[in-house]
């Protein structure tokens, strides 16, 4: 069964009944903060950002902020991400506050009082965990992104293009430039939608989304070049130590892109990249294919994660930690585990 806020569908009409009260919300309010969950990714701030525009081209009498955690430098170029404020006035108060991408309120983190005390709270999200919160929700799971439910929910017509730039870099993010399985017909002719009203594709996925700097591309090739084929292919590893990471002046930020590479190798089940912490220990970060489910693996270690995407913190040699996590992909790949046993 599904509860009130929850609806599956963006074109039937309880989601419109919704999209529009919601509007309604909007049009009565002189002042408005929208925020997201802690540490912004791209549909975070996509979708903050195209409701600020959305609101300032419709409803130009309200005053509007967006109150976000430090947004990273590959979002900067988006329209209005430099007025984006961290903290609100001593006596501002809100007549409604948005809720954006964020599952529960503990995830607005320092913004969550800004939303709790407001005179009307309205969430707008895609997580399938949202248990509903504030007093208007809506909330889509089988939406790629939030922006995607903004997309449907403002209405083709009325999205200009510093809007429609936000909510194409959210769709992009949240489906890693529409690869993951979440990406349907409706993100596809939202995003189709959205390049007709001009917005630049090209720029905003290499910007936010391939660009590295100069030290990442040199500490991904580093990476590369001495990695490591295990297990007869089967798995690669690679690792960057502290003394690798002072020699290009990177920090564990700069390392993201690393094991995404790994993984993309030939035919490996398994990619593992290890990164030295400070006090020694290793940062493990697992992929793999189908064969190996690595959060099984992660856990063993005292971690977590997904099963194609997992990490743990490792301590000891770098061999003796790659030998213990060999060791159970081996295990894995020569006792597979038939789909009936789960
Ligand atoms: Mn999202």
């Not at 990476?223 to 798995?235: C, F, H, K, Q, Y």
């Amino acid at each position: 069964m599904i509860s009130e806020y929850r609806i599956d569908h963006m074109k039937s009409e309880a989601f419109f009944q919704k999209s529009q009260e919601i509007i309604g919300r909007i049009s009565q309010a002189g002042s408005i903060g929208i925020s997201g969950h802690r540490n912004p990714d791209g549909d975070c701030i996509g979708a903050c950002l195209a409701m600020k525009a959305y609101i300032q081209d419709h409803f130009p009498q309200a005053k509007v902020s967006v109150f976000l955690d430090d947004i990273s430098n590959k979002f900067k170029f988006l329209p209005g991400a430099e007025e984006v404020r961290f903290a609100k006035a001593e006596d501002e108060t809100f007549d409604l506050f948005l809720a954006l991408d964020c599952s529960d309120p503990d995830r607005l983190n320092h913004h969550k009082d800004y939303f709790m005390e407001a005179a009307y709270r309205i969430t707008i999200d895609h997580h399938i965990t949202n248990e509903g919160f504030g007093d208007l929700c809506l909330v889509v799971p089988g939406a790629s992104s939030t922006c995607e439910i903004l997309f449907y929910m403002m209405g083709e017509e009325e999205i200009s293009l510093p809007c429609a730039q936000a909510l194409y870099t959210g769709i992009v993010h949240d489906t890693g430039v529409f690869a993951h399985t979440n990406t349907g017909r409706m993100t596809m002719e939202a995003a189709g939608a959205l390049l007709e009203k001009g917005v630049n594709s090209e720029e905003i996925i290499d910007r936010s989304f391939y660009r590295r700097t100069y030290v990442q591309t040199q500490i991904l090739g580093r990476a590369l070049i001495e990695s490591i084929m295990i297990l007869d292919g089967r798995m690669i590893f690679s690792k960057v130590t502290r003394k690798d990471m002072r020699f290009y002046d990177v920090d564990s930020s700069d390392l993201d892109s690393i094991i995404d590479q790994l993984r993309l190798t030939g035919n490996v089940d398994c990619a593992l990249f290890l990164y030295e912490l400070e006090d020694g220990s290793f940062k493990a970060s697992l992929r793999s294919s189908d064969r190996v489910d690595v959060s099984r693996i992660a856990r063993s270690f005292g971690g977590g994660g997904h099963v194609k995407a997992a990490g743990c913190t490792m301590v000891g040699r770098v061999r003796d930690i790659v030998m213990n996590i060999a060791q159970e992909v081996e295990n894995q790949l020569d006792n597979p585990v038939s789909e009936d046993d789960d």
